[in-house]
C-alpha cells in the first residue's frame, strides 16, 4: 500500500507532493531491510519513477528526499537487476558532483544532495554485480579520487569524505584490478594518507615523527568515522605490499607507518570506536614492509633523555633489571626510545586475548606484526622481552597459569586454532631469539612440543635467523629453584618424598624378599622361552 501511494504520487504529482510522500515513507521505512516479495514489482517501479524525478529541476529538499527513499529501496538485491543502468548510474554521480572535475564544494545546501547520492551508490555497488561492470566503465574510482581531493583540507564535509572513502572501499574490495589503478595510476596511497593526516590534525615535528597531546580532546564520531573508511581504503590499496622496490616507495610507507602511530596514540569518542580504529590501524600496518616499521619508535629529545636519566637514578639499585623501561610524562621509554605505540600495540593483543573469541580475526594480525617487528628490530624485540618475559621470579605455578601476559601466551600455545596457537608460539619463539633452551624456560616442554616438532628442534638448538648476542641474565630465585624445575610442565616441583624412608626394618626385609622373587619369575620365564627356540 505504501508502494502503490508512493508510485501514484511520484509519476502525477509536483515536487512538493512527491517530497512529502517519500519523506512519509522514509520515516517508516527507515529501519527496514527485509522486503515483503509480494511488493518487489512495486518497488522496482518506485526506484524508475525516482530516477525520472530526479533528472528533472527540482527543489534540493525533494531530492534529499528521493534518494533516501532510493536508499532505503536499494537494500534490496532483486530490484536493482532492471534499474541498474548507465544511464541511472550517471545520474547519481552527477547528484554526487563526480562528474564535474573542476566544480569546487561551496554550495553547503548540496552536501546533503552528495551525501545521499554516495549512500546510495555505495548500497547499489555492494548489492549490484552490474553496477560493479559500470563502475569499472565509467572509471569511478577516478572520479572517487577527485572529490576527495577536492575536499581532503575541508572538516566541514566529513560527511562526504566518509561515503566517498566507503564507496572506494567497496570498489577495491569487489576489483582487484582497481587496487592497481588507486596505486599507481591515482597516486591512492599519498592520497589516502593526507585524509588521515587530515582527520587527525596532524602537526610534523620531524619528517616522520608528529607531535602528540596526550591531554587533548578525542576525535569527534565524524572524524573518527572518516579515518576508519580511509583506512580500510588503505588496506586495500596496499594489500600486497611486502615488499619495496624504489625509494619513494619507501618514504611513502614510513610517512604512512608514521601517521598510523599517530592513530595509536590518540582515542576516539568511545572505548568502542577507539578500539575499531586501532584494530584497523593494526590491520594497514600488517600491510607495510618491515623495514619501514622502525618509525614505530622514535629517539627521545634532549629534554626527554635528560628526564629520563632522572627517572632512572631515582629506582632503588635493586631494581636493575627494570631500569631499562621507564614511564615518564605518560611516555614508555626504552633504551633511549619512545616505545608508546608498541606498548599501545601490547595492551591491545592483551585486551583481544582476554576477550576469548573470535581469536584468528581479532588477535592473530597483532600478533603477526608484533612478531614480524620484534625479528626485524632489535630494541622493539627487546622492549616486548622485557613486558612479557621478564626475568623469571616465582617458579612455583605452571607456565600457563595466571594473569600475566607470558601466562596468557603460553595458553595459546595449546588452543584447538592451530593458526592461532602457531602464532602465539612463534612470537614467544622470537622474543627469546628463537633459542630453544630460553623458550623452554619459559614455556615449558609440553607447551612448547608443537612449534618444536614443527620446526625439527625437538633436540634443541635455535631457529634459522640471526639476532644480537647479548646473553639473558637469571635472577638468584630462578638459579635456586632451577636444579628441581620440572622440564616438562616448566614449574617448580617439591622433592617427592622416599617411601623407603617411612617403613619399619621388617617391611624393607618383605618388600625386598618380594622384589627377589619377581626377579626370579622373570629369570625363569626367560629360560624357558630360550629353550623353546633352541628346539625348534
Sequence with gaps: MDEERALYIVRAGEAGAIERVLRDYSDKHRATFKFEPTDEDKRKKLCEGIFKVLIKDIPTTCQVSCLEVLRILSRDKKILVPVTTKENMQILLRLAKLNESDDSLEKVSEFPVIV???????????????????????????????????????????????????????????????????????????????????????????????????????????????????????????VDSWKVHKESDSHQFRVMAAVLRHCLLIVGP????????????????????????????????????????????????????????????????????????????????????????????????????????????????????????????????????????RNKLVRLMTHVDLGVKQIAAEFLFVLCKERVDSLLKYTGYGNAAGLLAARGLLAGGRGDNWYSEDEDTDTEEYKNAKPNINLITGHLEEPMPNPIDEMTEEQKEYEAMKLVNMLDKLSRRADVKDLHQDGG
Excluded at 549512500?119 to 563502475?135: D, E, R, T, Y
Excluded at 567497496?170 to 582487484?176: A, G, V
Excluded at 600488517?286 to 618509525?295: A, F, K, T
Aim: aromatic share 6%.
Design 116 to 238: 545521499e547520492s554516495l549512500k546510495c551508490l555505495c548500497n547499489i555497488v555492494f548489492n549490484s554485480q552490474m553496477a560493479q561492470q559500470l563502475s569499472l566503465e565509467l572509471n569511478l574510482a577516478a572520479k572517487l579520487c577527485n572529490l576527495l581531493r577536492k575536499c581532503k583540507d575541508r572538516k566541514f564535509i566529513n560527511d562526504i569524505k566518509c561515503f566517498d572513502l566507503r564507496l572506494l572501499f567497496l570498489l577495491s574490495l569487489l576489483h582487484t584490478d582497481i587496487r592497481s589503478q588507486l596505486r599507481y595510476e591515482l597516486q591512492g596511497l599519498p592520497l589516502l594518507t593526507q585524509i588521515l593526516e587530515s582527520a587527525f590534525s596532524i602537526k610534523w615535528t620531524d619528517e616522520y615523527e608528529s607531535a602528540i597531546d596526550h591531554n587533548g580532546p578525542p576525535l569527534s564520531p565524524q572524524e573518527t568515522d572518516c579515518a576508519i573508511e580511509a583506512l580500510k581504503a588503505l588496506f586495500n590499496v596496499t
Design 270 to 405: 568511545t572505548e568502542d570506536k577507539t578500539e575499531e580504529l586501532h584494530s584497523n590501524a593494526v590491520n594497514l600496518l600488517s600491510n607495510v614492509p618491515v623495514s619501514c616499521l622502525d618509525v614505530l619508535i622514535c629517539p627521545l629529545t634532549h629534554e626527554e633523555t635528560a628526564q629520563e636519566a632522572t627517572t632512572l637514578d631515582e629506582l632503588p639499585s635493586d631494581k636493575t633489571a627494570e631500569k631499562e623501561t621507564v614511564l615518564k610524562n605518560n611516555t614508555m621509554v626504552y633504551n633511549g626510545m619512545n616505545m608508546e605505540a608498541i606498548h599501545v600495540l601490547l595492551n591491545f593483543m592483551e585486551k583481544r586475548i582476554d576477550k576469548g573469541s573470535s581469536y584468528r580475526e581479532g588477535l592473530t594480525p597483532v600478533l603477526s606484526l608484533l612478531t614480524e617487528c620484534s625479528r626485524a628490530h632489535r630494541n622493539i624485540r627487546k622492549f616486548l622481552k622485557d613486558q612479557v618475559l621478564p626475568p623469571l621470579r616465582d617458579v612455583t605455578n605452571r607456565p600457563e597459569v595466571g594473569s600475566t601476559v
